[in-house]
């Protein structure tokens, strides 16, 4: 399995504005995982995009994906508080191959 | 809708004494994990299981470690001899055998090894 390298590491906005983190990666992909972290607990997936699909919406997420630049955003609209998280993202290889995580980007949502 | 439990939610153990954390996966799922996150650090991985049995472990897995699915529902970690280092969140994950299925996690064992 490969890692996904999360771009900024850390991200500081006001409730309501929109919230954009990026992720690369480097080699071919079935797919790309998103995931949410919250101080002190598990993972929690947020989204998956299919390496044959470039757009993926799920309510205020937008996710795309260019495979071309091995590449994938991630776009948070309309950010509340309680967005307040680690996000990771994670390539995905296959269906028995593991998830590795990167350090992320740290996300701060104030009011 | 169903998730993966882990117990106990904290455990503290002295440097040198065995330890086991159970996980209940989701019932359906085919494919199990153990990751750890040490403090402020990334969340590395452990193990995969499958078919009862390792398919993949890391470097951090080493003989100290073993992991059993001891009957249709639990799955478990064991640390046999404890280490300082070894203090860290343990969650398990497990996911459906389907393509393009994610995993889900536990929220986690903290162990904390004095």
């Known amino acids: 399995s490969q890692q996904g390298e999360e771009d900024p590491q850390a991200l500081s906005i006001q409730e309501g504005e929109n919230a954009t983190m990026n992720c690369s990666y480097k080699t071919s992909i079935n797919n790309l995982q998103w995931y949410r972290q919250n101080s002190g607990r598990g993972l929690v997936h947020l989204i998956l995009i299919r390496s044959n699909e470039r757009e993926k919406h799920s309510g205020r997420l937008r996710v795309t994906l260019d495979t071309s630049k091995k590449s994938s955003s991630l776009l948070i609209t309309a950010s509340r508080a309680a967005d307040t998280a680690s996000y990771f993202c994670?390539?995905?290889?296959?269906?028995?191959?593991?998830?590795?995580f990167g350090t992320g980007t740290r996300l701060q949502v104030t009011l | 809708e169903p998730e993966v439990t882990q117990t106990p939610s904290h455990q503290v153990t002295q440097m040198g004494q065995e330890v086991i954390l159970h996980c209940v996966p989701i019932s359906n799922h085919l494919y199990f994990y153990w990751y750890r996150q040490i403090l402020g650090q990334k969340v590395e991985f452990l193990v995969s299981f499958y078919n009862n049995e390792i398919s993949e472990k890391s470097e951090i897995f080493d003989d100290q470690f073993s992991v059993e699915r001891p009957d249709g529902s639990n799955f478990t970690l064991k640390i046999r001899s404890t280490k300082l280092e070894d203090s860290a969140m343990y969650f398990c994950?497990?996911?459906?055998?389907?393509?393009?299925?994610?995993?889900?996690f536990g929220n986690g064992t903290r162990l904390t090894v004095t």
């Open positions: 994670a390539p995905g290889t296959g269906t028995a191959s593991k998830l590795t």
């Open positions: 994950a497990s996911k459906a055998g389907t393509d393009n299925s994610p995993l889900h």
